[in-house]
C-alpha cells in the first residue's frame, strides 16, 4: 500500500513536478516521463539535455522498451532485477527524446519498493538521474539541500533507509554480447 506521502509525490510528478527521493542506490531525482514540463525541469536542474535513466515498475514494462528481447537480454533482466543494476539497450524510441543516447536506453527496475510504486502511479516509467548537479558531488537528501533547491522540486520523499550511497552497476547488451560500463 502506497503511503499518504508517496502518494503525494505521484500527484506531484504526473503534474509536472520533479521530485528527490531515496533509490535503493543514491539520492534521486525524477520526472514522469510522460509529461514534457517534468522532464525540462529534470533537465534545467541537471544542466544536460540528454540522456537520463528510466526507472520502471516492473521487469515486463522494463523490457517492452527494448526493440528485441534478446535471450541474453532477458536472461540478464530476470537475474538482475529488481536490484541495483541499469540495462542499456536498442530501444523503442517511443518516449521523450531525453530518454535516448543513439537509439539505447538505459532502465533499471530498483529493488526500492516505494521508488516502484512511484513508477507505477505515473504509467511504469519515472525518468531519472542522481540528486547532484552537472560535474558536482552527489547531494544527500538532507534538510539544508533540500531548502537549498527547492526552487528546482516539487517534492523531496524522506525515507527509511539512507540508500546504498553507491552507483548501480551499468551493462550494456547488444545482441548476445553484454559489456559492464560500471
Known sequence: MMTYQTRLAAKALRQGGLIAHQTSTLAGIAADVRCNKGVRKAQSFKQRQ???LLLASSVDLALKQAVYITPTLRKLAKDVWPGAVTLVFKANKHLNPACYQSGYI???VDSDKQTRQLAKACGGLLLSSSFNRKAKERIPLHCQHRYR????LSCVLS???QGSSQASKIFKITGHRVQQLR
Open 159 to 161: 525515507h527509511h533507509h
Open 106 to 108: 538505459a532502465v533499471r
Open 149 to 152: 533547491l527547492k526552487r528546482h
Open 50 to 52: 540528454a540522456p537520463f
